[in-house]
């Protein structure tokens, strides 16, 4: 290879490793654990998803089961969603089987005014909703 030619494509593939290396870094994930009721009573199953504020990267969600929930979770501001069916009583599905209908309001699923703040330290958030 010409000497002549060789130090600018050096520099070029030198400069494009760098600039690789310096993207952002994901952000750090967190063991978040904590409590969810409504209207004072425990929630007995549903699920609970946090939906970071930096839309670059995805969400997390988790199960709710007896009123708590642990789950990982990107650090930052969150938009925090929380669903919940229960059991209608003496009604069936089309197939026979029980039928169940959500119970949480929508200012705390599809249009959550929840919010959490996932950091180290910042790692309990515990819901009480209430109708």
Known sequence: MNRQYFSPLLAVLLAAVVAAGCG???PKLHDVNGTVKFDGQ???????????????????????KAGRYTLKVKE???????????LIPGKKG????????????????DKTELTADVAAGKTTHNFDLKK
């Open 42 to 64: 425990d929630v007995a199953e549903g699920d609970i998803t946090f939906i970071p504020e930096d839309k670059s990267v995805g969400a997390e969600g988790g199960k709710i």
């Open 76 to 86: 930052g501001k969150n938009k925090v969603q929380i669903l919940a069916n229960r």
């Open 94 to 109: 089309p197939m026979g089987e029980d039928a169940v209908e959500p119970y949480i309001p929508e200012k705390y699923n």
């Open 24 to 26: 952002k870094s994901s």
